[in-house]
């Protein structure tokens, strides 16, 4: 049962048993909470960066586990199988656990001490770095080599070298994408522009898109991300000045009518590590057990899916560089009231003017359309609908009153228990948030289920053709 | 004898004395470190927020001890004198903590449970919030009251408020600054260019210019900042482009040489939480020794002249808005190489792009001249000079090898102590690390010392004038 107050994942179990237990839920995902918050994204709402970390880990887990499923073969290693005798949960955990003792390693350095803890917690050597095949220590390490050597230049920039020798630039944009606007100065209603955000303490910065290079990751599923169909945002081309108005007010129509469990859902499902992570990982768990070895393949095939959704998204992303609402709300309404959310504790107010309206959520940093929460969870769920052979789910998320960021002790007023009965329901609400929360138009939402599903629908077969290649 | 490597200034001593004790540097400093980074500049780094947050701090304390100090008068607030047999240091100490307490509360609220243990660990108790003018305690409340409503509209949008009702934005700017270029595109190359810096995490920022409206913020000791004389930065005009090309090629060749002494200089004298604090505070005590009472006049006739100093370099700094050095030399050698420091543990290199050249220091969120380091140190020395009566001091600071937050465990390579004779060495060695650390031209440096003194020589008089109204 996920608890999205304290926003961990931390189950009640005792020490871990190798032969019943499940490292990813009951080891991984604890050590790796605050950690990979610092590193990777504080708030999870950083959603290019969150896909690239754990699609890291967890298709390596997909490779570390592959020896104890014959005929499976890893994606980036091909490490033979080991004898029927082997394959139990007890070496499928161990080999999970190496791999990602390294990944951690190579992705969050700085956690070093708290990987090293992770192992020591359930009496694993964390020097033990054999690449001994017939091992499943050697296997996980194996399984990492192979990821971190695949991936080294995939097009994300992860080292930061691209076009330089000094001063490494980690995920830097090495594309050359320029806003067409300034901060200052919408010159063009139609396209994206960098908003001022607070940095904190009175320092505040411009937005400067983040990895517009995903677009050139390698994908999993495809060559060409353009090969996926996606209308053109024609409701944000002011030269449709009606439809352009109208999806403005749709979004401050929206934020005036707030409810406390759409705020809520705005926040849960902008936190891309419990969306993508706790509640893809809980749900699969509560509506069909499985054990370690199937639960890191499933994981691993919603993975992929959100990782190719993502290229795709980034690829539109830049080919539309599309207004954010705020921008249109701005340039539409200016110094005139609105009736819209008045900030924290504010409610809904009718005084408050175009320029001065905020979304619920802080913009995220990256031209407009389409919605990639949107598209990730449309992607995901269509993977884990085929994977675990059905819409139905047994999804159950709490939330305790006073629990949120954006409006701390006092939303939701009471505790709060968020449920769903299909992963239909579940990814159209994770679509919708975006509208509520007031960084997305309808039209990025409601215009991505094709390619989502699609991608989906890739990923569930790239991993299937793994299994039993 | 303070030391750097670990930031803190932590006397050795034992409970707090409020007779011969000094309640500043034993009790508030100490309990402010953590706190005061977090909420007002991580690294200290934030010359006008720090100016503005220890501005209120200390100038609170002088008037919390004026009514000690016959025939003295606060600057915010007049509250009395005391009798004789109560302007005994214990009372002193107790006023500086309880206005302590309030402004902390004031500027820095989330710190509240740290201020709430700052008054218990000596014993007083934080909710006395009485504001009678015969009791130590009231005093202080009152000096704090006092402080606060003199400020509250005093320019600076501390609360967020100027030109809107929702959504408050403490600090953001309210003047309209707009750079002339922007961070993709350096239209003219003789002005303020953006950068655009790490985030964190792979998320990358466009600078936005910190306090622009410090230029109108309300002095203590001038009515208008322009009657201050700085010749402009000829030099920065690129059609005198021989003059351009030597001050960036200074710039390029003090990066190339720079010893571990300037590193470790650039660093220090970029932390104005430490410079300004604890060098100030603590070359003062070792140079003349002062009970509490003298002590917070010092430190609040330094923080007038500091404050003053910035309100004219912002003026300037919008006047002027002129180039950074990483811009000037982008624009003069492109993908050229040049010879000059290669980044964390590289030293000098010869083949690092114009293109890919970067400052030792992070480059600051404000146009490039005057340099406020320069002119706040010149400007507090010459307020230090007054009145403690000459240029001699003794002056030490000790610094781990290692202790680099540039180069962490490189430098510097051997335990380092830093000594100065005369304010004159200790404030040339403050604005020569500018230009060490590669933010600063050299005319930005070597111009401002008529201005800076002449501030430093007005906030001693100023507050001569109310010790002695």
Redesign the interface.
């Known amino acids: 049962m996920a608890d999205y107050s304290d926003r961990h994942f931390r189950p009640d179990t005792g020490p871990f048993d190798f032969e019943r237990g499940n490292a990813a839920v009951e080891v991984i995902f604890p050590a790796l909470q605050a950690e990979s918050r610092l ?4 708030s999870g709402s ?1 959603a290019s ?1 969150v896909a690239d970390f754990t699609m890291a880990l967890e298709v390596t887990w997909f490779d570390a586990v592959a020896p104890y499923y014959y005929p499976a073969k890893g994606i980036y290693s091909d490490l033979g199988h080991r004898p029927k005798s082997e394959c139990n949960n007890r070496n499928k955990n161990v080999a999970v656990l190496y791999a990602s003792y390294r990944i951690l390693n190579d992705r969050l350095p700085h956690g070093r001490d708290d990987w090293r803890k992770m192992m020591e917690s359930v009496g694993l050597n964390p020097d033990d770095d054999s690449e001994d095949k017939e091992t499943p220590a050697g296997i996980g390490n194996l399984a990492a080599r192979g990821m971190i050597e695949a991936r080294a230049d995939d097009g994300m920039n992860r080292l930061g070298y691209e076009g ?4 490494p ?5 090495y594309t050359g994408f ?1 806003p067409v606007n ?3 100065e919408l010159h063009d209603p139609s396209h994206w522009q ?1 908003n ?4 904190g ?8 898109a ?2 517009p290079q995903m677009r050139l990751a390698t994908p999993f599923t495809f060559s060409d991300p353009s090969k996926f169909k996606l209308e053109p945002p024609v409701n944000s081309d002011v030269r449709n000045i009606e439809a352009y108005r109208k999806q403005a007010d749709e979004v401050l129509a929206a934020s005036a009518g707030l409810t406390d469990r759409q705020k809520v859902l705005a926040e849960l499902f902008n936190d891309k590590f419990f969306t993508l992570g706790v509640i893809a990982g809980t749900t699969a768990l509560r509506t069909k057990p499985m054990e370690i070895g199937e639960f890191v393949q499933y994981l691993a095939t919603v993975e992929v899916a959100i990782f190719d959704a993502a290229i795709v998204d980034w690829h539109y992303k830049a080919l539309y560089h599309s207004v954010r609402p705020f921008s249109a709300i701005r340039y539409l309404y200016g110094d005139k009231p609105v009736t819209a959310w ?2 924290p504790g ?1 409610g809904t ?1 009718h ?3 175009g ?2 309206w ?1 979304s619920y959520l802080t913009t995220p ?1 990256h031209p407009e359309y389409p919605s990639v929460s949107t598209s990730l969870c449309g992607a995901y769920t269509q993977a884990a609908r085929l994977l675990l052979g059905g819409d139905e789910i047994n999804s159950e998320i709490h939330v305790k009153a006073g629990s949120s960021v954006v409006e701390p002790g006092i939303t939701p007023v009471e505790d709060m228990t968020l449920s769903w009965d299909t992963w239909t329901d579940l990814s159209a609400d994770c679509g919708m948030s975006r509208h509520w929360g007031g960084v997305h138009f309808r039209s990025a939402i409601s215009n991505v289920s094709e390619f989502a599903t699609q991608i989906g629908t890739r990923a569930y077969e790239f991993m299937q053709e793994h299994l039993e290649p």
Chains 1, 2 share one sequence.
């Open positions: 590193g990777v994204s504080e950083d960066l330089r020798k000094y001063h630039q980690p995920y830097r944009d320029q300034t901060a200052f960098p001022v955000n607070p940095y303490n009175g320092v505040f910065t411009v937005q400067h983040v990895t008045g900030g504010k107010v005084d408050i003017t320029n001065e905020q940093d």
